[in-house]
């Protein structure tokens, strides 16, 4: 089970967006710069990002990107949706009556990755960008 580089540089771009200036638009070439961040694929993360109403597009010279709604408000979770990232630490389904090694019953370990999956996607619910930046400013004192 990995985070993909679409995930991780979603939820990095968000927080940096938070942190640099959550009111005034910010535009992906300064995210880019300091986040060192492909442009282009900054542009289709942020398509996904806008089409899921985690942030809104302002025109203009000095247009860019804003969030639309507070860093405490924006949970992990609804990035990495928005961005199709899933966190699975199983390959079969839930609701499959058969078990992930093709058989009719689960694997030995079927229920330890299962809970290790519930564990790591409730951890994503429960962390806001707010509290990335909280982390961020609390390390540098």
């Not at 993360?45 to 302002?58: A, D, Y």
């Not at 564990?119 to 994503?124: E, G, K, T």
């Amino acid at each position: 089970m990995k985070l993909t580089s679409k995930g991780r540089y979603a939820v990095m771009a968000l927080a940096d967006m938070a942190q640099f200036n959550n009111v005034s638009p910010v535009s992906l070439r300064d995210i880019s710069l300091r986040q060192g961040i492909s442009l282009v694929f900054l542009e289709q993360i942020f398509s996904k990002l806008k089409k899921n109403e985690i942030v809104k597009s302002i025109r203009g010279t000095q247009g860019g990107y804003v969030l639309n709604g507070s860093p405490s408000q924006i949970k992990l979770t609804k990035i990495l949706n928005a961005v199709n990232e899933e966190v699975k630490t199983l390959q079969c389904k839930k609701e499959i009556k058969k078990g992930c090694n093709g058989k009719l019953t689960k694997c030995i370990t079927h229920n330890l990755w299962y809970e290790l999956e519930v564990h790591i996607n409730d951890f994503f619910e429960k962390k806001s960008l707010q509290d990335l930046i909280k982390k961020n400013t609390e390390q540098r004192i």
